[in-house]
T-cell receptor, first 111, second 114 residues
Framework: DAKTTQPNSMESNEEEPVHLPCNHSTISGTDYIHWYRQLPSQGPEYVIHGLTSNVNNRMASLAIAEDRKSSTLILHRATLRDAAVYYCILRHTGTASKLTFGTGTRLQVTL | KAGVTQTPRYLIKTRGQQVTLSCSPI?????VSWYQQTPGQGLQFLFEYFSETQRNKGNFPGRFSGRQFSNSRSEMNVSTLELGDSALYLC?????????????FGQGTRLTVV
């Protein structure tokens, strides 16, 4: 399975943008890039996903490199409620129903 | 619309016993997956069911089993419990199994084995 690499932790000030990077250099052409986050004491929550083009939704934006070997999750204005562990996941043909979680990035948001 | 419901939320069992956990997916969702989360191993995939058939299985011993009913509700069973089975067990439901499908997770069942 293609692997993703994320920084263990990041910090941000409230109301500032946050860019969470993810490397996936062995991604295959048909893999989708998904992001989930897990708030304390809760199950993971879907954030966004994309294939090749940049994507926006009400929660975040996903910027995908032209060669698809990396992507960046962008939270435009971090709030205290965004403090969570963020997981970058590749979904493959054949095993798409299985989410392979790495260690993720723990985002701390401070006032 | 109601989210994914897992019952019970908390459970304490004795080593050697067996346990059954339940998951009710979002209405209309036919895919249900189970995950185990521990501090040491993180989130690990257990198995996935779609239309009552197991489609994918993670690397767990045969003591871990599951099933899905015709209404898409799912149960997972762990027999001969070991201390290391203490974990948060999470269920996720999806409309389908495609690569662009969003998974919705429940709050989980916290199992403690003593």
């Amino acid at each position: 399975d293609a692997k993703t690499t994320q920084p263990n932790s990041m910090e941000s000030n409230e109301e500032e943008p946050v860019h969470l990077p993810c490397n996936h250099s062995t991604i295959s052409g048909t893999d989708y890039i998904h992001w989930y986050r897990q708030l304390p004491s809760q199950g993971p929550e879907y954030v966004i996903h994309g294939l090749t083009s940049n994507v926006n939704n009400r929660m975040a934006s996903l910027a995908i490199a032209e060669d698809r070997k990396s992507s960046t999750l962008i939270l435009h204005r971090a709030t205290l409620r965004d403090a969570a562990v963020y997981y970058c996941i590749l979904r493959h043909t054949g095993t798409a129903s299985k989410l392979t979680f790495g260690t993720g990035t723990r985002l701390q948001v401070t006032l | 619309k109601a989210g994914v419901t897992q019952t019970p939320r908390y459970l304490i069992k004795t080593r050697g016993q067996q346990v059954t956990l339940s998951c009710s997916p979002i209405s209309g969702h036919r895919s249900v997956s189970w995950y185990q989360q521990t501090p040491g191993q993180g989130l690990q995939f257990l198995f996935e069911y779609f239309s009552e058939t197991q489609r994918n299985k993670g690397n767990f011993p045969g003591r871990f089993s599951g099933r899905q009913f015709s209404n898409s509700r799912s149960e997972m069973n762990v027999s001969t419990l070991e201390l290391g089975d203490s974990a948060l067990y999470l269920c996720a439901s999806s409309q389908g199994t495609g690569r662009d499908t969003e998974a919705f997770f429940g709050q989980g069942t916290r199992l403690t084995v003593v």
